[in-house]
């Protein structure tokens, strides 16, 4: 438990780390030392912090604790997934997910407790939101992963565990901040997946971190969108396809859409024929992600021909195409299949 008085170290920025440190009359020095333990190295305590003298050490956690989460389980799938389920200092838990892929070995995050957003495609949103994590939180997790994964060099991560980036946008900017600064993961390869509401992605583009944009579209068509994200599709396609040109152009990035394939709901002609007409004026390139089913989900996934016949049409338009295999599918990591299940839950 978190002792009464004690406050989050990570909650005062660099520089109020660094006065602080002055003030207790420590050299300055000292602060390039605490940042390293705190962040690169992810220590728990102050106690591991060895080449920091010890009543210095003691003087720390009379005051702060750290706020790294605690690892309660984790699940690794035969391609070499693994999913962790991370307690919280609160009891919260929040998972992320390792996936290899040699050099585009990368790691999953998760930005809120819960979501708000009740999109029907995803098991997150099922759960009932909670709270945001602070950009420690965020960035710990990739620190956390990186540790026990030392044979790998992780350089990529993507913001498409649990939670909304453009609903907790402060918090998820300073966390790619941070992983930048400690973590050899540049912009390009730091991807963030939202639901790209309107007023966020136009948020994004004028303030946001310059790392590539996922939009989870799902559908170009408004009754579809309806039934599988019920709360995004409150906007007009209209609304969000003016938001997606102005980024393009402020940023001069190109978007990613995603589409989740379910079968027999949007993954027909008519689907594929309005997804093409929808994104072929927006810089952009499409995903297809057939559907990946979870206990008690209320959609399938599509038949490899349905599939087939998709990507048939949706390549005769001129965006670029890939199709996302699932990671992780036998221990529920991969896409939209977080809910904080624990192996013993997947296994019953
Ligand atoms: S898809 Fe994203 S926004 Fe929608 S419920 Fe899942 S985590 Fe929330």
Redesign the pocket.
């Known amino acids: 438990m978190v002792g009464n008085n004690l406050k989050d170290v990570t909650a005062l920025n660099k520089a109020k780390r660094a006065n602080l440190i002055e003030a207790l009359g420590q050299p300055a020095y000292r602060a390039g030392q605490l940042e390293q333990w705190l962040f690169a190295r992810a220590a728990a305590t102050f106690d591991e912090m060895t080449d920091l003298p010890a009543a210095f050490r003691d003087e720390l956690a009379r005051v702060f604790f750290i706020p790294r989460p605690a690892v309660r389980d984790e699940a690794t799938d035969d391609d070499g997934t693994v999913k962790y389920l991370l307690e919280l200092r609160d009891g919260a838990l929040v998972e992320a997910v390792y996936m290899p892929g040699g050099d585009h070995d990368a790691v999953c995050l998760s930005c809120q407790v819960g979501?708000q957003?009740?999109?029907r495609?995803?098991a997150?949103?099922a759960l009932r939101f909670h709270r945001n994590l602070t950009a420690y939180e965020i960035f710990v997790q990739f620190a956390l992963i990186q540790g026990r994964h030392p044979e790998s060099r992780i350089r990529n991560a993507v913001l498409m565990g649990?939670?909304?980036p453009l609903a907790n946008f402060r918090n998820v900017a300073d966390a790619l901040g941070l992983l930048r600064e400690h973590f050899d993961v540049g912009s390009r390869r730091i991807t963030a997946s939202t639901?790209g509401l309107p007023e966020g992605i136009v948020k994004w583009a004028d303030e946001g971190p310059a790392v590539k944009l996922a939009v989870?579209l799902n559908s170009a068509i408004q009754k579809t969108r309806d039934r599988l994200?019920p709360r995004a599709a409150r906007y007009p396609l209209d609304d969000l396809a003016a938001a997606y040109k102005y980024y393009t152009r402020r940023t001069r990035r190109r978007l990613t859409f995603e589409y989740v394939l379910c079968g027999g709901v949007n993954d027909d002609l008519r689907h594929a024929r309005a997804l093409v007409a929808f994104t072929r004026h927006i810089p952009c390139k499409i995903n297809v992600i057939p559907f990946n089913e979870w206990p008690g989900a209320p959609f399938k996934a599509p038949t490899e021909e349905r599939l087939a016949a998709f990507l048939t049409e949706v390549a005769l338009g001129p965006m670029a195409l890939t199709v996302r295999r699932p990671r992780g599918a036998a221990v529920h990591a991969a896409c939209g299949t977080l809910a904080n299940r624990t192996p013993a839950a997947i296994e019953g």
């Open positions: 979501c957003f009740d999109c495609i995803c997150t949103g649990q939670g909304e639901i989870s994200m």
